[in-house]
């Protein structure tokens, strides 16, 4: 249930704890130093995998060389590694215990231009510490930006004017679409930090780049502007969208509005390595879940919602004594749920009272809400890296407005559209990349 932020310029890497009390210099908690260690200053994906949280990062200005860091929340221990030789890692998604990534060609700022003019996406084992396979899916594209995979498993990501699926199995590129010339000869620098979801519960792309949140059709790849302006944006767990540009954040709704999604745990205690039982609910029709125990980091296994988008999951327990948890990982939009339960030693009787009906979190402010189990069931979103070019207040003015965001704190919502409206032109200063 732990939230990392990335900052820049320092490259550090903080471990925040919604369930604790804020308070300097222990909650959040610094945990990394990237720049010390690594010279790598923008922390610009992040993403858990298995038992790594994996952090791909552009290098300190005037630098040659991002990379890829594995921390093993567990013990701690770190490991970095070039993974595609002068190029920085801007994207990762991992899904099947393997790690995929999308790089930009440009390094730190001020340093020289890059020899290379074909971004990369590839594909990682974090267990065995090595690249499977990497793909120039697009010649002459410098820069991609996040990835999502669709209920088929297939691959998704993006420039700022391309999009683009991949069939991972066979690293091979299944369709594309050309949406427009970008100046990458003429640019000193590009790390597409756009946003890139599939909506589970209509199926289409969308993504957030140049400036404007788009919406694609994945059969025709036909795309159309529904709002402006944007620089960030994600799918929340209540069905909403949220979109951020500068000081002000926006709550988007794609046409009616959706059921929260929830998750009940059957039991509040169960044995060791006993049966437990997770109802999902308020999800898209035929939507792939990853359901992994923590903080054992072991995959339960994954499932499709049925066409309500409902499903149930048994699973055993957890071994190790003590409060475990199941974390849900929607694998199109990479939002996170958890649910927790105390797993007891065999032979001492479980609480197997009848479960409490949760509340209605549509009716609150936060993403989190109270659990069939009477536990808290939390809400998030991927972890989050805030990065910038002005300098470290403008960062962690990023960093924490949108930590509130996720957390649950209502920042701003100065208006709602419905969907299919076209652009919205608002004025802007800021030029997009």
Same mark, same amino acid.
């Given at each position: 249930?732990?939230?990392?932020?990335?900052?820049?310029?320092?490259?550090?890497?903080?471990?925040?704890?919604?369930?604790?009390?804020?308070?300097?210099?222990?909650?959040?908690?610094?945990?990394?130093?990237?720049?010390?260690?690594?010279?790598?200053?923008?922390?610009?994906?992040?993403?858990?995998?298995?038992?790594?949280?994996?952090?791909?990062?552009?290098?300190?200005?005037?630098?040659?060389?991002?990379?890829?860091?594995?921390?093993?929340?567990?013990?701690?221990?770190?490991?970095?590694?070039?993974?595609?030789?002068?190029?920085?890692?801007?994207?990762?998604?991992?899904?099947?215990?393997?790690?995929?990534?999308?790089?930009?060609?440009?390094?730190?700022?001020?340093?020289?231009?890059?020899?290379?003019?074909?971004?990369?996406?590839?594909?990682?084992?974090?267990?065995?510490?090595?690249?499977?396979?990497?793909?120039?899916?697009?010649?002459?594209?410098?820069?991609?930006?996040?990835?999502? !995979?669709?209920? =088929?498993?297939? #691959?998704?990501?993006? $420039?700022?004017?391309?999009?683009?699926?991949?069939?991972?199995? /066979? @690293?091979?590129?299944?369709?594309?679409?050309?949406?427009?010339?970008?100046?990458?000869?003429?640019?000193?620098?590009?790390?597409?930090?756009?946003?890139?979801?599939?909506?589970?519960?209509?199926?289409?792309?969308?993504?957030?780049?140049?400036?404007?949140?788009?919406?694609?059709?994945?059969?025709?790849?036909?795309?159309?502007?529904?709002?402006?302006?944007?620089?960030?944006?994600?799918?929340?767990?209540?069905?909403?969208?949220?979109?951020?540009?500068?000081?002000?954040?926006?709550?988007?709704?794609?046409?009616?509005?959706?059921?929260?999604?929830?998750?009940?745990?059957?039991?509040?205690?169960?044995?060791?390595?006993?049966?437990?039982?997770?109802?999902?609910?308020? !999800?898209?029709? =035929?939507?792939? #879940?990853?359901?992994? $125990?923590?903080?054992?980091?072991?995959?339960?296994?994954?499932? /499709? @919602?049925?066409?309500?988008?409902?499903?149930?999951?048994?699973?055993?327990?957890?071994?190790?004594?003590?409060?475990?948890?199941?974390?849900?990982?929607?694998?199109?939009?990479?939002?996170?749920?958890?649910?927790?339960?105390?797993?007891?030693?065999?032979?001492?009787?479980?609480?197997?009272?009848?479960?409490?009906?949760?509340?209605?979190?549509?009716?609150?402010?936060?993403?989190?809400?109270?659990?069939?189990?009477?536990?808290?069931?939390?809400?998030?979103?991927?972890?989050?890296?805030?990065?910038?070019?002005?300098?470290?207040?403008?960062?962690?003015?990023?960093?924490?407005?949108?930590?509130?965001?996720?957390?649950?704190?209502?920042?701003?919502?100065?208006?709602?559209?419905?969907?299919?409206?076209?652009?919205?032109?608002?004025?802007?200063?800021?030029?997009?990349?």
């Amino acid at each position: 249930g732990a939230l990392y932020v990335g900052t820049y310029p320092g490259g550090d890497v903080y471990r925040y704890d919604p369930r604790q009390p804020a308070e300097a210099g222990v909650n959040p908690i610094r945990v990394l130093r990237l720049y010390e260690d690594y010279h790598q200053s923008r922390p610009f994906a992040m993403v858990s995998a298995g038992k790594y949280l994996a952090i791909g990062t552009v290098p300190a200005n005037g630098t040659r060389g991002g990379g890829l860091t594995l921390v093993d929340t567990e013990t701690g221990e770190v490991f970095f590694d070039e993974v595609i030789e002068g190029q920085s890692v801007v994207g990762l998604a991992f899904r099947d215990g393997v790690l995929y990534g999308t790089t930009s060609v440009y390094s730190g700022v001020g340093g020289p231009r890059p020899t290379e003019t074909d971004a990369v996406v590839f594909a990682y084992d974090v267990d065995n510490r090595q690249k499977l396979w990497q793909l120039a899916p697009l010649p002459g594209e410098g820069a991609f930006g996040e990835i999502a !995979f669709d209920a =088929g498993g297939k #691959l998704w990501s993006h $420039s700022p004017m391309t999009v683009f699926r991949i069939d991972v199995e /066979n @690293a091979e590129v299944e369709a594309s679409r050309n949406y427009g010339s970008y100046p990458w000869d003429t640019i000193d620098y590009a790390y597409v930090g756009s946003r890139l979801w599939i909506d589970p519960y209509n199926g289409d792309l969308y993504t957030v780049t140049q400036g404007a949140m788009w919406v694609v059709d994945t059969e025709t790849l036909d795309r159309v502007r529904t709002f402006r302006p944007a620089s960030y944006g994600f799918l929340h767990n209540n069905g909403a969208i949220y979109l951020a540009r500068d000081p002000q954040v926006w709550e988007y709704w794609a046409g009616d509005e959706r059921a929260t999604a929830i998750v009940a745990l059957r039991d509040e205690s169960v044995e060791q390595g006993a049966e437990q039982t997770i109802e999902l609910s308020g !999800f898209g029709p =035929g939507e792939l #879940l990853e359901l992994w $125990s923590r903080p054992d980091a072991v995959l339960l296994g994954t499932v /499709n @919602a049925d066409e309500q988008g409902s499903a149930s999951f048994t699973f055993d327990a957890s071994m190790q004594l003590g409060e475990a948890t199941v974390q849900i990982t929607r694998v199109s939009t990479r939002g996170l749920l958890t649910a927790r339960y105390d797993v007891v030693e065999t032979g001492v009787p479980p609480n197997t009272e009848p479960p409490i009906h949760p509340t209605d979190p549509a009716g609150s402010d936060g993403p989190g809400s109270p659990g069939a189990s009477g536990r808290a069931v939390d809400s998030e979103q991927s972890a989050l890296a805030a990065t910038g070019a002005d300098g470290a207040p403008y960062a962690w003015g990023a960093v924490f407005a949108l930590l509130a965001l996720i957390i649950g704190t209502k920042l701003a919502t100065s208006r709602r559209m419905v969907a299919r409206r076209r652009g919205i032109d608002l004025p802007t200063n800021e030029p997009d990349l």
